[in-house]
């Protein structure tokens, strides 16, 4: 309840956090970012606020607050409108990712013919290359992550749906400190709490930019359970919110009762054989679309070209970075550009939708480490038993 | 698993929603609206998609689909950019306030100086007066969140904190068909499935514009529930997720365990009374502004105007129009242009932070007819017992 100072990151950690973006800036010839985006602001300051964040080519960070009312500092200007920003440097980073038009307008309006640089892909940048301290965040996750699904199976009752299942998922998680909402940059994927396919439901195709599907309980957000109900010889693929601190991991595995028909079997162990060879690949320099080509050349090798990412619609990619948001850089797919750096947090999917039985595969989240990925999303790979 | 048309609504409906929508475009000079935002394209079609939503001043809807990839019928076409939308008229309206910068750059790009019109206050227009159908939608979301609310005190355990007693809720109203997620436009506020504050963290100020704040569990998400045990003398407040069928209703009700201090229950009738009084003066055409003017007079002849609408932060609406978006058409505040028209819904949430208590109050949402606001909101308004 007392006064509040802009940084919650330790000094060092924001230090360390500001060199990245600095470095990104002057690769992009930015004088100075003008920071709207909460997950932005997150990232340089440990906090979000209502407001702005100026952050200068020379290390400096100012913010123009609205809310809360309660931060004090010499690096704290209380302003009503972004008019009230003083800018100072020639070429202005904005973030045309996440500005809306109407607010790019009217920031285009103060510039007076600045130029403008897109602080979005110096963000984005930067944010990909993990420090020590966020990939023990993550770490964490991971490790808590990892105790909510080992219990999972303890969850299910016969004649579960997969909805049914799923809250109760969502309950267990939040017990375990999940905080629940995920941030997700843009409006290509709608989610809560994470995707519970049951059987043929994972070939229903979704608007959304996930990996799988499912057609959900309403057509107001299309995705996911739908009410199916678990039956043998149909899978349960769980691929539920990892936010634990602020930092997420992503990790999904499949549940059966009993065994499942030996395709989905084989699908399955392929999907182990591309999260261990794309880790062993991933080293710094590795080029994401080599990882995305391997995944499908192995995929495909074992007749099951037609089952991967999707059956009747088909994902573009199999990996993509995460941390803060569930949709970072670098993304595996076919026409990334990305090349691998060592601290890179990258979720590695290789999913199959077996018609008749559903989907199956699992996903991890892996550091890049000087010798190839570190996996940490811990619980056991198989099938596991409900 | 079948193809599917792109059109969930039924015609008549459909073709209602449509014509507001042009009528609306009339108003504002366009030609044609590009349509790319989920709650919009649900509002239009009944369904969400990825691509983009032709409407002509004609009335005539034509999709430009990147995904599902089962749509079918004479009014889809498959696209995979913007550049590929043919566009006819000389005034197009854009999502303004949706749009990120770089979308609207590279549309604006294609319109080779055609006008661009506000999509985004249009269909706000549009959307703000309800139909009947829409009405339904939201009074069903208030008799199932009423059957919720109604559970709340068989759900508490001596003991819980208010996050304890959150988790229990969330899973109450999924078990109740709420589907979680809720949209708000902007990123002016996030929150995961509502908001429980218990005692003074409901004077710890957010970020985020919503009428009450609370400190959260981590910074990453700083609003709502901190882990404060719930205790005699300390109210809760609970104002969770009223989404069960892709429009919402917003409903608070407080709760204790026993008697609360007399300010606090002064202040919870005062909450009554100005919801009362404020249903009685919401006729069509009734100012917004007065409306909040008038919860402020009640307030402040009561003597709880430092304790209104927040004590340490203070929001600065009294209600909000609310339907697919928790954040619509009319808001209730100083400034406020907004007339009340027939069809509008609005919940109105006059609160008070008493220092050593915490929030009192009530919110409910009502529906704008002939003769002044129908509550649809229907959980007794009394402080209720856990």
């Known amino acids: 309840m007392n006064d509040d100072k802009l940084f919650l990151l330790h000094s060092d950690e924001a230090a360390r956090r500001i060199r990245k973006v600095v470095a990104e800036m002057e690769a992009d010839g930015a004088d100075e970012l003008l ?25 400096d960070v100012h913010a123009y607050v609205r809310r809360p009312v309660h931060l004090r500092g010499d690096d704290v200007t209380f302003v009503r409108k972004p008019e009230d920003i003083p ?87 939040r017990l375990g400190g999940c905080l629940g909402q995920f941030r997700i940059s843009g409006d290509s994927m709608e989610l809560f709490m994470g995707n519970i396919l049951v059987g043929d439901n994972a070939d229903n195709p979704t608007p959304y930019d996930f ?5 959900g309980i309403d057509p107001s957000l299309p995705v996911g359970a739908n009410g199916t109900v678990i039956e043998p010889g149909k899978s349960v693929m769980v691929d539920a919110n990892g936010n634990f601190t602020g930092y997420m991991t992503d990790m999904t595995r499949t549940f059966a009762l009993g065994t499942l028909p030996d395709e989905a079997v084989r699908a399955h162990a392929c999907s182990i054989e591309i999260c261990d060879r794309l ?28 089952y991967f ?33 060592k601290g890179n947090v990258i979720a590695i999917e ?37």
């Open 87 to 173: 800018l100072h440097g020639n070429s202005i980073g904005l973030e045309l990712a996440t500005l809306s038009a109407s607010d790019y307008l009217r920031i285009n309006a103060m510039l007076d013919g600045r130029n403008v640089v897109n602080a979005s892909a110096v963000m984005r940048r930067a944010r990909a290359v993990k420090t020590p301290f966020e990939i023990e965040k993550i770490s964490e996750s991971g490790r808590r992550q990892d105790e909510v699904y080992r219990a999972i199976p303890g969850l299910y009752r016969p004649g579960m749906s997969d909805l049914d299942l799923q809250i109760e998922i969502e309950r267990a998680l």
């Open 309 to 341: 990412m999707g059956h009747r619609q088909h994902a573009g990619f199999v990996g993509h970075g995460v941390g803060i948001e569930i949709n970072e850089a670098p993304v595996l797919a076919p026409r990334s550009k990305d090349i691998l750096q």
């Open 279 to 306: 880790a062993r690949m991933g080293e710094p320099g590795a080029k994401a679309s080599d990882l995305y080509n391997e995944a499908a050349r192995i995929a495909s090798e074992a007749g099951l070209a037609d």
């Open 35 to 59: 920071i709207a985006d909460n997950a932005n602001k997150y990232y340089i300051t440990g906090r979000v606020f209502a407001g702005w964040l100026i952050v200068s080519s020379a290390g």
């Open 211 to 215: 990996a799988m599907g499912g057609a």
């Open 350 to 386: 290789p999913k199959f939708v077996i018609p008749g039985v559903g989907a199956v595969g699992v996903e991890n989240t892996y550091v890049v480490e000087d010798d190839g990925m570190r996996c940490l999303t811990l619980t056991p790979q198989e099938i596991l038993q409900l």
